[in-house]
Structure formats: structure tokens, C-alpha cells
């Protein structure tokens, strides 16, 4: 039988970031996964809203395209100094709880957002953080395939790598798995 990759209807880039949501009267937060123009997948929710249009804050980081600019310029950069876009949207929850008892339900960690409600303003910056995401992928996996165990290189991989959200501490090897994964993911299932 053929292998049928099956490609999503917007790309998607990992972030690692905390949302902010409302139900009924409170804030809650949650850890961001990753985002696409289509929705967004978050984590440890404290509570699930039972609500058709979760009114929800993120933070899109603002990287510069690592290929356009040197080396050195790189290594000046710093997560904690990017610039940020907030954004507000409303979401809906997709969930695949059928089946499941109440008792399984709440140990469900991970929950896919539609976005029902996003300005223009939101998507194009959402749709810029998602290709400025991927552009800086392909730089990193680049820099894998040129290292030739230069320690300056190696040096600048990590230093990207834990830009982009990695573990800049896990062996090359891991490391470069776990960028290829999230590349591939970009927009096959």
C-alpha cells in the first residue's frame, strides 16, 4: 500500500510562548504548542472552556530571517530582546473525546483551537511568524548540513536552535532530528 502523506490546509510552525484565555469571568494560561492561520494548539489548560469562541492573547515572537543577515548578527540576537506582536483572536475547541469517560477526559493535555474569530490583522501576522519560522528551519537544517564539526558553526547551530525554541544542549544529532521532525510537520499530518 502507498505511503499517503496528507499536506494540512495552512502551515504550521511550533510556539513556544503562553496564551492567554478567558472563561466565564477568569484569565487562565496555557502553554502554546504551535500556531497556524488555521488555529492553534495549546497545553496544560486548566480549565476547558465550554464555550463556542474562547477569547484568547497570544505573543508572536518577531525573528529576523537568519539568512538575511551575518553571523555575527546572529549571535547578537536574544529571545528575551525580539520584539513581540500580541494578538487577540477567538477559538474553538476540537477535541476528540469520544468514547472517553470523564475520568480519562481530564488527564487530556493537549487541545487543538479553531480560530472562528481573527482580524486580518492577526492572520497576516500570524501567516508572517509561520514563514519567517520556516525560512529560519531550513537556515538551521542548512547549518547541519555545513557544520563540518567546526566548533564556531556548531556554535552558531545552537545558538539558533535555542532561538527557535530547541534544547541548544541536546547532542547534534537529536537536535537536528528534532528540527527535521518539526520541518516535515510544517504541512504533512
Given at each position: ?31 502554546c ?23 484568547l ?6 525573528f ?40 480519562d ?21 500570524i ?18 548540513e ?44
Amino acid at each position: 500500500m502507498a505511503d499517503v502523506k496528507f499536506k494540512r490546509k495552512h502551515l504550521r510552525s511550533p510556539l513556544k510562548t503562553i496564551a492567554l484565555y478567558q472563561s466565564d469571568c477568569y484569565i487562565f494560561k496555557a502553554k502554546c504548542l504551535n500556531i497556524s492561520e488555521g488555529g492553534v494548539l495549546l497545553e496544560n489548560l486548566p480549565s476547558v472552556p465550554e464555550i463556542n469562541a474562547i477569547p484568547l492573547m497570544l505573543s508572536l515572537p518577531q525573528f529576523p530571517e537568519f539568512n538575511s543577515i551575518t553571523t555575527a548578527r546572529i549571535k547578537e540576537v536574544e529571545v528575551d530582546e525580539l520584539s513581540a506582536e500580541i494578538i487577540r483572536v477567538k477559538a474553538r475547541t476540537v477535541r476528540q473525546f469520544e468514547g472517553m469517560s470523564e475520568v480519562d477526559q481530564v488527564f487530556v493535555t493537549r487541545i487543538g483551537c479553531e480560530f472562528v474569530v481573527a482580524s486580518d490583522h492577526a492572520k497576516q501576522a500570524i501567516k508572517k511568524y509561520v514563514s519567517t519560522f520556516a525560512k529560519n528551519t531550513i537556515y538551521l537544517l542548512n547549518l547541519f548540513e555545513s557544520h563540518g564539526n567546526d566548533e564556531s558553526r556548531i556554535n552558531v547551530i545552537r545558538h539558533v536552535a535555542g532561538l527557535l525554541g530547541y534544547d541548544s544542549k541536546l547532542k547534534l544529532a537529536v537536535l537536528r532530528q528534532k528540527v527535521l521532525h518539526d520541518y516535515q510537520s510544517l504541512e504533512s499530518l
